[in-house]
C-alpha cells in the first residue's frame, strides 16, 4: 500500500513484548464505508500533511479494510474490576492497536481502531461499534482535548451500512483512537491475579522506558512511576469534576496507565447541577456517579498498587508499606488540584482561609436548584466588585435568596484582593467552558449522521474546538437542553 500513513516512523514497542501480552489479528473489512469525519488537525501532528489526508488508501487503512504489511495489528490482554467485581480476562474485544509510530518532533502515537471486527477477547461478542457510540467518542476525545484535560484522541471516523444489533438494530462505524499508549490499570491486573509476576516488570518497563524515561535509571524506578501514576490520577480526578464531566464506567479496565480519560461510553456533561447525578443507565447503584469519582479514582489507585505489588519489594510486607506511601500521596494531591481548579474558576488569585466554604456554598446553591453547571460558572465572570446590580446569571439561579446572600460573599472575597474586574473576567473566561459536548448536542449529530448527513459532526467539532471562546454565531450551542433532551439515557452500550 502506499498510503502516506504507512510511509511514518513505525516503531511498534508494543511487539517488542513476548505475545503473551497479545494475540495478532485481522480487522474485519466493512461494506461501503464513509468518512464522517477527518482529524487533520491532529493528523498534522502525527506527521501527515494537507495532501496526505486526501490519500484514498487511507480509507481503507482506517476502515479496517486494509492491513499493514506484516499484520502488524494487535489486540491486547488485560483483566478489570467492573463495578467493582473482578473480571480475570477482558482485552481488547472490539479494538485492534494497528501500531505505534513517532513524528518528525519524536512523539509517540499509537492509532487504535475501534470497531473493527473480533478479537479473541470479544467474548461471543461481534467486535463492533456503533455510530450512535463511535460518534460521540469521536466528539467527547476532541472536546476533551480542548478543555486541556488530558484524554485519548481521534484520528478519524467512518461509517458503514453493515447492520450491528444492540439494543436495536443500529449501523456499524469505526473510530481510529490515537494515545501515547492504551496501556491501562487492567493490564497489570492481568498479570498479577494470573500469578505470572514475572510478566509485570517487562510490562512496567515498557511504560517507563517510553513515557517516564526520567525515572529509568533510578533504583526505585518501580515505586516513584507508581506515585506519579497515583497523582496523575488524582489530578485527573480533579479535572472531571471542575468542568462537571461524569465518566460514567470507572472500572479498573477504563483507568489509562498515562492519566488519560479513555473508554468514552456512557459520559456526560453535567446539565443542571446535581452532585449525586449518575450519567450511566446501567449504573443502577450510583457506584460511579458524579460525587463518587474522586473515591473511585483512589480506590482504582488501590487496585493498581496492589497488583503491582511484586515490584515494589521481594518481601509482601515491605512492599505493602511502600504501596501504602505511595497511596496516601492520592488524597492530598487531589485535594491541592481540586481547590486549584475550584478558585480559578471563581476568579480567585490568592489563597485565603474561607475559599472552601466559599466554594461549596455556590455549589449547594446550584444542587438545591439543579442550575445549570456550565452556565453559572461561565456567568460569574460577569460579576464587579462594586456593582449593587446583579449578574445576569442570577435570572438563572432559582434559589435566589441564597445567590444574593452569597453574591454579598463573594464580593467581599474579591475586595479583599483587590480583584480587577476586567482581568478577572477573562482569567474565568479561560477556565470555565461556554461550550461543552451535552448529550442533546451529540444527539441531534448522531441522528442526523444516521441519516447520512454528517455536516452536525463537522460544525460540532468546530465549536468544541473552542470551547472558552465567545462564538457568537452559535449561541444555541450553549443552551441549556431543551425539556424534551434534558433526561436522554446513556448507558453501557453508549
Same mark, same amino acid.
Not at 457510540?133 to 472536546?143: D, F, M, N, T
Given at each position: 500500500?502506499?498510503?502516506?500513513?504507512?510511509?511514518?516512523?513505525? !516503531?511498534?514497542?508494543?511487539?517488542?513484548?513476548? %505475545?503473551?501480552?497479545?494475540?495478532?489479528?485481522?480487522?474485519?473489512?466493512?461494506?461501503?464505508?464513509?468518512?464522517?469525519?477527518?482529524?487533520?488537525?491532529?493528523?498534522?501532528?502525527?506527521?501527515?500533511?494537507?495532501?496526505?489526508?486526501?490519500?484514498?488508501? @487511507?480509507?481503507?487503512?482506517?476502515?479496517?479494510?486494509?492491513?499493514?504489511?506484516?499484520?502488524?495489528?494487535?489486540?491486547?490482554?488485560?483483566?478489570?474490576?467492573?463495578?467493582?467485581?473482578?473480571?480475570? #480476562?477482558?482485552?481488547?474485544?472490539?479494538?485492534? $492497536?494497528?501500531?505505534?509510530?513517532?513524528?518528525?518532533?519524536?512523539?509517540?502515537?499509537?492509532?487504535?481502531?475501534?470497531?473493527?471486527?473480533?478479537?479473541?477477547?470479544?467474548?461471543?461478542?461481534?467486535?463492533?461499534?456503533?455510530?450512535?457510540?463511535?460518534?460521540?467518542?469521536? @466528539?467527547?476525545?476532541?472536546?476533551?482535548?480542548?478543555?486541556?484535560?488530558?484524554?485519548?484522541?481521534?484520528?478519524?471516523?467512518?461509517?458503514?451500512?453493515?447492520? *450491528?444489533?444492540?439494543?436495536?438494530?443500529?449501523?456499524?462505524?469505526?473510530?481510529?483512537?490515537?494515545?501515547?499508549?492504551? !496501556?491501562?490499570?487492567?493490564?497489570?491486573?492481568?498479570?498479577?491475579?494470573?500469578?505470572?509476576?514475572?510478566?509485570?516488570?517487562?510490562?512496567? =518497563?515498557?511504560?517507563? =522506558?517510553?513515557?517516564?524515561?526520567? $525515572?529509568?535509571?533510578?533504583?526505585?524506578?518501580?515505586?516513584?512511576?507508581?506515585?506519579?501514576? *497515583?497523582?496523575?490520577?488524582?489530578?485527573?480526578?480533579?479535572?472531571?469534576?471542575?468542568?462537571?464531566?461524569?465518566?460514567?464506567?470507572?472500572?479498573?479496565?477504563?483507568?489509562?496507565?498515562?492519566?488519560?480519560?479513555?473508554?468514552?461510553?456512557?459520559?456526560?456533561?453535567?446539565?443542571?447541577?446535581?452532585?449525586?447525578?449518575?450519567?450511566?443507565?446501567?449504573?443502577?447503584?450510583?457506584?460511579?456517579?458524579?460525587?463518587?469519582?474522586?473515591?473511585?479514582?483512589?480506590?482504582?489507585?488501590?487496585?493498581?498498587?496492589?497488583?503491582?505489588?511484586? @515490584?515494589?519489594?521481594?518481601?509482601?510486607?515491605? /512492599?505493602?508499606?511502600?504501596?501504602?506511601?505511595?497511596?496516601?500521596?492520592?488524597?492530598?494531591?487531589?485535594?491541592?488540584? !481540586?481547590?486549584?481548579?475550584?478558585?480559578?474558576?471563581?476568579?480567585?488569585?490568592?489563597?485565603?482561609?474561607?475559599?472552601?466554604?466559599?466554594?461549596?456554598?455556590?455549589?449547594?446553591?446550584?444542587?438545591?436548584? /439543579?442550575?445549570?453547571?456550565?452556565?453559572?460558572?461561565?456567568?460569574?465572570?460577569?460579576?464587579?466588585?462594586?456593582?449593587?446590580?446583579?449578574?445576569?446569571?442570577?435570572?438563572?439561579?432559582?434559589?435566589?435568596?441564597?445567590?444574593?446572600?452569597?453574591? #454579598?460573599?463573594?464580593?467581599?472575597?474579591?475586595?479583599?484582593?483587590?480583584?480587577?474586574?476586567?482581568?478577572?473576567? !477573562?482569567?474565568?473566561?479561560?477556565?470555565?467552558?461556554?461550550?461543552?459536548?451535552?448529550?442533546?448536542?451529540?444527539?441531534?449529530?448522531?441522528?442526523?449522521?444516521?441519516?447520512?448527513?454528517?455536516?452536525?459532526?463537522?460544525?460540532?467539532?468546530?465549536?468544541?474546538?473552542?470551547?472558552?471562546?465567545?462564538?457568537? %454565531?452559535?449561541?444555541?450551542?450553549?443552551?441549556?437542553?431543551?425539556? #424534551?433532551?434534558?433526561?436522554?439515557?446513556?448507558?453501557?452500550?453508549?
Amino acid at each position: 500500500m502506499s498510503t502516506a500513513l504507512l510511509q511514518l516512523d513505525w !516503531v511498534d514497542r508494543f511487539l517488542q513484548l513476548p %505475545e503473551a501480552y497479545y494475540t495478532r489479528v485481522r480487522p474485519e473489512p466493512l461494506s461501503a464505508p464513509r468518512m464522517v469525519h477527518f482529524n487533520t488537525e491532529l493528523a498534522g501532528q502525527i506527521g501527515l500533511s494537507a495532501a496526505d489526508t486526501q490519500d484514498p488508501e @487511507l480509507l481503507a487503512l482506517l476502515s479496517g479494510n486494509a492491513s499493514r504489511p506484516g499484520d502488524k495489528a494487535i489486540a491486547t490482554v488485560y483483566a478489570g474490576h467492573q463495578f467493582g467485581h473482578f473480571v480475570p #480476562q477482558l482485552g481488547d474485544g472490539r479494538a485492534l $492497536l494497528l501500531g505505534q509510530l513517532r513524528n518528525p518532533q519524536g512523539d509517540l502515537f499509537e492509532l487504535q481502531l475501534k470497531g473493527a471486527g473480533r478479537t479473541p477477547y470479544s467474548r461471543f461478542a461481534d467486535g463492533r461499534a456503533v455510530l450512535r457510540s463511535s460518534i460521540r467518542e469521536y @466528539l467527547c476525545s476532541e472536546a476533551m482535548q480542548a478543555l486541556g484535560i488530558p484524554t485519548t484522541r481521534a484520528l478519524a471516523l467512518v461509517a458503514s451500512p453493515d447492520p *450491528v444489533q444492540r439494543e436495536t438494530l443500529e449501523t456499524a462505524a469505526v473510530v481510529c483512537r490515537v494515545a501515547p499508549s492504551f !496501556v491501562r490499570f487492567g493490564h497489570f491486573e492481568y498479570f498479577f491475579y494470573l500469578h505470572q509476576h514475572e510478566r509485570l516488570a517487562p510490562l512496567a =518497563d515498557h511504560v517507563i =522506558d517510553g513515557h517516564f524515561a526520567h $525515572l529509568a535509571a533510578r533504583p526505585d524506578k518501580y515505586a516513584a512511576w507508581l506515585g506519579e501514576i *497515583v497523582e496523575r490520577t488524582a489530578r485527573l480526578m480533579a479535572r472531571w469534576q471542575t468542568v462537571g464531566f461524569c465518566h460514567g464506567v470507572m472500572n479498573t479496565d477504563n483507568f489509562s496507565i498515562l492519566g488519560l480519560t479513555i473508554d468514552y461510553g456512557p459520559y456526560g456533561f453535567l446539565d443542571g447541577f446535581q452532585s449525586g447525578h449518575i450519567c450511566n443507565h446501567s449504573d443502577e447503584a450510583g457506584r460511579y456517579a458524579y460525587d463518587q469519582q474522586p473515591r473511585i479514582g483512589y480506590w482504582n489507585c488501590s487496585r493498581l498498587l496492589q497488583a503491582t505489588l511484586p @515490584l515494589l519489594h521481594e518481601t509482601p510486607e515491605t /512492599a505493602v508499606e511502600i504501596a501504602q506511601g505511595i497511596l496516601a500521596r492520592y488524597p492530598g494531591a487531589y485535594a491541592d488540584a !481540586v481547590l486549584e481548579g475550584w478558585r480559578a474558576k471563581l476568579g480567585l488569585l490568592d489563597t485565603r482561609d474561607g475559599d472552601r466554604d466559599l466554594i461549596n456554598a455556590f455549589l449547594n446553591i446550584l444542587d438545591r436548584g /439543579a442550575n445549570d453547571f456550565t452556565r453559572c460558572f461561565r456567568g460569574l465572570a460577569a460579576v464587579r466588585c462594586d456593582a449593587t446590580i446583579a449578574p445576569p446569571i442570577r435570572d438563572e439561579i432559582t434559589d435566589v435568596a441564597a445567590f444574593d446572600a452569597w453574591l #454579598q460573599d463573594y464580593r467581599a472575597r474579591l475586595q479583599a484582593e483587590d480583584s480587577d474586574d476586567p482581568a478577572r473576567a !477573562v482569567r474565568m473566561n479561560a477556565v470555565n467552558p461556554k461550550y461543552v459536548l451535552r448529550n442533546h448536542l451529540a444527539q441531534t449529530a448522531i441522528e442526523l449522521s444516521e441519516h447520512g448527513e454528517d455536516t452536525e459532526v463537522d460544525c460540532l467539532m468546530q465549536v468544541l474546538s473552542r470551547p472558552f471562546d465567545e462564538q457568537p %454565531e452559535r449561541e444555541r450551542y450553549a443552551a441549556p437542553p431543551p425539556p #424534551q433532551a434534558a433526561h436522554i439515557a446513556v448507558s453501557c452500550s453508549s
